[in-house]
Each structure stands twice: as C-alpha cells, then as structure tokens.
C-alpha cells in the first residue's frame, strides 16, 4: 500500500544549485556556449554552519524556459567550497548523479553545435523514452539535454501503471530490463 500523493504537486523546480570555483568560467561556460542567460546574481554574507562562521558568496542563477532555474555559487572561502563542491575523484562515472533539462530537438541540435565549436566533448543516448545529450561543466557538473520521444505521453503511460509492480519486481531480485527501446 503506498501513501496517498500530495494534494498539489510541487509546481516545477525553482532552482538546483552547485558550488562552483569561479563564476565567471561559469559565466563563460552557461551563456557563452550554451546559450543559457544569466538573470540574477546575489552577493550575500551568512553563517554557515558546516564551517561555523559566516562566509560571504556569490549566488547566480541560470534561466530555464518555465521559470525555473540552474544556480551556482562561488564561496569566498576556500573551507567551505571545499565542502560543498562535487568531489569527481569520490564519484564514480556511472552517471546517477547530474541535471536533466527537457529542450526541443532544435534546441538539442544547437547545443551540440555550441560544444562542438567549442570543442568541448558530450555523448549522446537514445533511451528510447527519450533522446540524450551529455556534457559536463569546467566544475564537473553533469548535464543532460534530453527530447522526449514522440510516444512519450503513451510510454509514460505505461510506467506510471506499472510503477509500484516493477519496482517491487526489480527489489526482489528480478532484474530483467524492461525497455526494450534502448539502444
């Protein structure tokens, strides 16, 4: 029996934000090459109490189309960014963890120019529920671009009414695929 789901959903995602070292190879990285815009930068001072004392930083958000955003933040102390930075070396490249934007194939298509001119690697995968282009930033942060396949209300249809019974499935050892789309 599974628990009774919110009576509003969160309406979208405001922001997912990262530490980063600098902001404006960030700056450079976001706008420059993938064209997203800069739309507000905040310059505050706070405690933080992963190192007890109050750091100053600087916070930026990135636009996405619904009004949600990609942010980043630049401490002033090397202390706390140490702490709050993506570590790659204690990761693996499995992939679990990064960001996934919902674009058009247009927009896709763009992106992958964009890199290419500068000359920054990215891979791509048909899943088969979608199609996916990868890159990671100048601070190791994974991205996703990713266009939905033309069925995809029909296969998300079908995951949503089998949801609770694969998972279930694949928790009890049976670890069968079931996208028989992927490539």
């Not at 960030?26 to 815009?37: A, H, S, W």
């Not at 790659?88 to 763009?110: M, Y």
Request: net charge negative; proline share 4%.
């Amino acid at each position: 029996m599974s628990a009774k789901p919110l009576k509003q959903l969160p309406l979208r995602l405001h922001h997912q934000a990262f530490a980063v070292e600098n902001q404006e190879k960030t700056r450079q990285f976001m706008e420059d090459v993938l064209g997203i815009p800069l739309v507000a930068t905040w310059c505050e001072k706070v405690f933080r109490p992963e190192v007890g004392r109050e750091v100053e930083y600087c916070h930026t958000f990135y636009e996405l189309a619904d009004g949600g955003a990609i942010a980043f933040f630049q401490y002033a102390d090397d202390e706390c960014y140490d702490l709050n930075r993506l570590q790659p070396s204690k990761r693996g490249d499995a992939g679990a963890l990064h960001s996934a934007f919902k674009v058009t194939r247009q927009t896709q298509d763009e992106i992958r120019e964009r890199l290419k001119r500068a000359g920054i690697e990215h891979r791509e995968i048909e899943h088969g529920y979608c199609y996916s282009l990868y890159l990671t930033s100048p601070d190791g942060i994974r991205m996703e671009f990713t266009v939905d396949a033309p069925d995809v209300e029909k296969i998300n249809a079908m995951r949503r009414s089998d949801a609770h019974q694969e998972l279930k499935r694949w928790l009890a050892g049976d670890r069968r695929t079931n996208n028989e789309d992927r490539i």
